[in-house]
């Protein structure tokens, strides 16, 4: 027969040796989820500051235009700061596509206005560029793997 107390000295180190490698499962989840929460933060650090300098630019165009058109009006950029700080990633792709939107009909008015003057905003620029590259990479990734995809079917060739 097996002492009670044997046992119960069994069972606490089988319970002391399960809650040390649940406290081990947890930190190293908690680690993940921090470094997630880092990236998560780094990428939505990097949309809001890309909203918020195409909105500043957006603003200095429309006070550019004050002078010409009394009916122009546009949001403080504080204001559309704290707004965009709530938004979560995907949410700022549907501001940046109101955003262009908006902008259309001010570039019409520069060029209305400012006949002889062309003017050419970096961030356009950058954007097509950006948008075209994204398209190439994605081209050629997918035909990289088909290509890769059709070598490994094809049946091995004895030499």
């Not at 890309?50 to 949001?75: I, M, P």
């Not at 700080?85 to 209305?112: C, N, V, W």
Request: proline share 4%; net charge positive; charged share 30%.
């Amino acid at each position: 027969m097996i002492p009670i107390c044997w046992m119960y000295k069994c069972s606490a180190k089988a319970i002391v040796a399960n809650e040390k490698s649940q406290n081990v499962w947890l930190n190293r989840r908690s680690m993940f989820l921090v470094s997630l929460s880092n990236v998560y933060q780094e990428e939505h650090e990097k949309k809001l500051r890309k909203c918020l300098e195409r909105y500043y630019s957006y603003v200095s165009r429309c006070k550019s235009l004050k002078g010409f058109r009394r009916d122009l009006t546009w949001r403080h950029p504080h204001e559309v700061e704290d707004e965009l700080e709530t938004y979560h990633l995907d949410e700022f792709d549907g501001f940046m596509k109101r955003l262009r939107k908006a902008e259309r009909p001010i570039t019409s008015l520069e060029a209305q206005y400012f006949p002889g003057v062309i003017t050419c905003y970096p961030e356009d620029i950058t954007e097509f560029f950006e948008k075209r590259w994204k398209r190439i990479k994605k081209s050629f990734v997918s035909a990289k793997n088909n290509i890769c995809n059709c070598f490994k079917r094809s049946p091995a060739i004895n030499q």
